[in-house]
DNA sequence: ATTGAACTACCAATCGATAGATAGACTGAT
DNA sequence: ATCAGTCTATCTATCGATTGGTAGTTCAAT
């Protein structure tokens, strides 16, 4: 129904798919069943629909995340966002959004290089908090290594096209805490 | 000299920044200072130029890799292909060539796909026989560990401009063998 | 004379983006 | 209640630039 909405999903779907340089306002459009000048209305550049699409992803991650300072033990935590990035990849077959995006930061608009920043930022300030509250000894080196390692492993099952491997990297995920 | 080797170069640089969807035939040319029909002479194909680009990375990096089993100590294997991912970070400011092309798998031409598979196969063989040749318990998840820790560290690392993040992620690399 | 490697010139298709028209819904004054 | 004016959201049509790719030519080295 809404129009907006549906052009934020396929924006989504296209970059995790492939990358901001790999989709167009046509292929957008006609994903959603609209004119190219009807995505253009609502983002009239390439690169506000990439910050959009962001800004959404991001959103919706840390609302998936909860309180990273709760009373939940830090194991639950961490299989939560494990299970986020495992979903994306089991579920969609797809690449994490800002992963897609990151891999190709240095040539975005700066919209969009800005809010893939911002995306890794909060993933990392969520998980370091985690792992203070934890009594971590080096809470901001646990929390790069885990961001690290989860966008890593996405990647490298999904282009060795087997989930094992995403299994199997993410093990030490439990344990480094 | 080599018009060919230069084409390759360029190719690598850009693939490595804007990822395969983000160069051109003509960006390619006018790096190396010619018309874009003479790549197309040597490359009929963008697929032909991005898979004859990956195949000559992963040649490179093995060179620099050296044999997985010899009498070298697992800590010194291990900091070689650190240094590798991190020259590509600090010298470079760039990408992993494959790290790039991974992370848009699903959308490039077969052999491009198919060389950047072979590229992460490679080195998940080479880690698993470093680690094995050590004694480790489970080499096979060591060394995707180790490959995703590389990988995600370097996409991290660039997107929050930030080397020490790099390194930070990669503490691990020596320890867990 | 043949060949490798470059060139000029071009192709149809697509790119991001814009202009202008239109149809329907809302708003406020009569 | 009606009508004028405005706004929203879409459309058609088009722009100049760029895309990957091709055909045919030139020229130096063998």
């Known amino acids: 129904m809404n129009i907006r909405t549906a052009i934020i999903d396929a924006a989504e779907a296209r970059i995790r798919i492939a990358g901001f340089h790999g989709f167009s306002f046509r292929e957008i459009a006609a994903d959603v069943g609209v004119k190219s000048a009807s995505v253009h209305y609502h ?5 506000d629909l990439g910050a959009a699409t962001a800004a959404r992803y991001l959103q919706l ?3 998936q995340l909860g309180d990273a300072i709760d009373a939940r033990p830090l194991a639950v935590k961490l299989d939560t966002i494990k299970a986020v990035f495992r979903n994306g990849l ?4 797809m690449m994490c959004l800002c992963g897609a995006l990151g891999a190709e930061i240095s040539s975005l608009p700066a919209p969009v290089a800005l809010q ?3 995306f890794f930022e909060e993933c990392r300030t969520w998980l370091r908090r985690a792992f ?3 009594g971590n ?4 080196a646990s929390a790069v290594q885990c961001l690290a390692l989860l966008e890593g492993a996405l990647l490298i099952a999904r282009s060795l096209d087997d989930v094992v491997v995403f299994d199997q990297a993410t093990l030490l995920a439990k344990t480094h805490g």
Chains 1, 2 share one sequence.
């Open 116 to 118: 893939t920043k911002t």
């Open 132 to 134: 203070a509250t934890n």
């Open 90 to 93: 089991v579920r969609d077959g």
């Open 137 to 140: 000894v080096d809470p901001d």
């Open 61 to 63: 991650l840390l609302e």
């Open 43 to 47: 983002f009239p550049t390439k690169a």
